[in-house]
């Protein structure tokens, strides 16, 4: 959920197939408004999922079906995902909000997007082109649903000001209007 934005949904969702290793890439089929569609994955997150199923495939064997599974080998629960990132976050004495909303798994998901407009931002990189691709990855229906983390940032909104200063009409470029 960290590293590909996933819906919670997905990941619980994900079966032992839907990763292959050697590409590597994870298969998110039938999410949200059924748009199955195929992530990239990094060396490190291959890594990770590879550990992580050769764990799980000892505890319960290769032909169990999803790929997260409960202690008893079970799929997880949409609550289940909830508490275990709550005791983490516990465990890990991660502070508090002071304003009363605690820190949920879909904030993995608002993180990805976040960082990959800041990094666009930061390297200078024509974020409105890069918005496709974004929402393709993260399985949005719209570029409304995209768009919706633009403008809750302001950090990245700041950023992309100046940007937009500083390229002039290489990013936005001018409208020109018949009288």
């Known amino acids: 959920m ?13 079966n032992t197939g839907d990763v292959d290793y050697d590409s590597p890439s994870i298969d998110i089929m039938w999410p949200k408004g059924n748009r199955s569609r195929k ?8 890594g990770m999922l590879a550990r992580c199923d050769e764990e799980t495939s000892c505890r319960f064997g290769p032909k169990r ?25 516990r465990l890990a ?10 820190p949920h798994p879909y904030c993995f998901r608002h993180r990805f997007a976040y960082t990959n ?10 974020v409105a082109a890069m918005l496709p691709y974004l929402a393709r990855y993260m399985g949005h229906a719209t570029f409304d649903s995209t768009y919706y983390y633009v403008h809750t940032l302001p950090d990245f909104m700041d ?18 209007f018949d009288a």
């Open 2 to 14: 960290h590293a590909c934005g996933l819906r919670t949904r997905e990941a619980r969702r994900l």
């Open 39 to 46: 992530l990239a994955a990094t060396d490190e997150v291959a």
């Open 65 to 89: 079906g999803a790929f997260f599974v409960t202690f008893t080998g079970n799929t997880v629960h949409p609550s289940t995902v909830g508490k275990i990132f709550q005791r983490i976050w």
């Open 93 to 102: 004495c991660l502070p508090e909000s002071k304003d009363g909303k605690r």
């Open 117 to 126: 407009l800041e990094r666009w931002c930061k390297d200078g990189v024509n």
């Open 159 to 176: 950023g992309y000001a100046d940007i937009v200063a500083e390229s002039n009409d290489s990013v936005i470029p001018e409208v020109e």
